[in-house]
T-cell receptor, first 112, second 113 residues
């Protein structure tokens, strides 16, 4: 199982762009990279998923370099409501998520 | 559309008591999962069910049993609760095909005294 390493915490001012990094040096060929957001007292919520290069949706962008050993989640113009824990997951989910593990995540604190 | 619903939301047990945590999903997902989350940590997989009628152990199955009652429902049972099982329990579901994300419930907060 590919393991991930994320910074424990990050602070950002409201309105700034935030880049959250994740290291996954032993990522396998069939592994995808998925990011989840978790608010206190709630379950994780899917943000974005990718395999290589760049993926963008209405809330975030995911940048994956050619060697796929790391990834960066970019949140444009964060607001106070973006304060949460962000998890980077790496694994082969072709048959389900039983082979995909959670790390400890990055706690993002947005400051007014 | 409720998504993934877990009951109860909170529970306090005494050591040695038994309890069943309930989970139901209305998204017609084939796969369902039970995780536990301890303070400051990520989620760890307890058991999963790839499809109706099948269940398998995850990373931390000891002290737990599961039942996939039908396609919608997946329950987690603690036969003899221990303080080490104090945690927040999350149920999730997904399609088995790739590129389809998991959907999580809002958790059951379980304290064992």
């Amino acid at each position: 199982l590919a393991k991930t390493t994320q910074p424990i915490s990050m602070d950002s001012y409201e309105g700034q762009e935030v880049n959250l990094t994740c290291s996954h040096n032993n990522i396998a060929t069939n592994d995808y990279i998925t990011w989840y957001q978790q608010f206190p007292s709630q379950g994780p919520r899917f943000i974005i998923q990718g395999y290589k290069t760049k993926v963008t949706n209405e809330v975030a962008s995911l940048f994956i370099p050619a060697d796929r050993k790391s990834s960066t989640l970019s949140l444009p113009r964060v607001s106070l409501s973006d304060t949460a824990v962000y998890y980077c997951l790496v694994g082969d989910h072709s048959g389900g998520y039983q082979k995909v593990t959670f790390g400890t995540g990055t706690k993002l604190q947005v400051i007014p | 559309n409720a998504g993934v619903t877990q009951t109860p939301k909170f529970q306090v047990l005494k050591t040695g008591q038994s309890m069943t945590l309930q989970c139901a999903q209305d998204m017609n997902h084939n796969s369902m999962y039970w995780y536990r989350q301890d303070p400051g940590m990520g989620l760890r997989l307890i058991y999963y069910s790839a499809s109706e009628g099948t269940t398998d152990k995850g990373e931390v199955p000891n002290g737990y049993n599961v039942s996939r009652l039908n396609k919608r429902e997946f329950s987690l049972r603690l036969e003899s609760a221990a303080p080490s099982q104090t945690s927040v329990y999350f149920c999730a579901s997904s399609f088995p095909e790739g590129n389809q994300p998991q959907h999580f419930g809002d958790g059951t907060r379980l304290s064992i005294l």
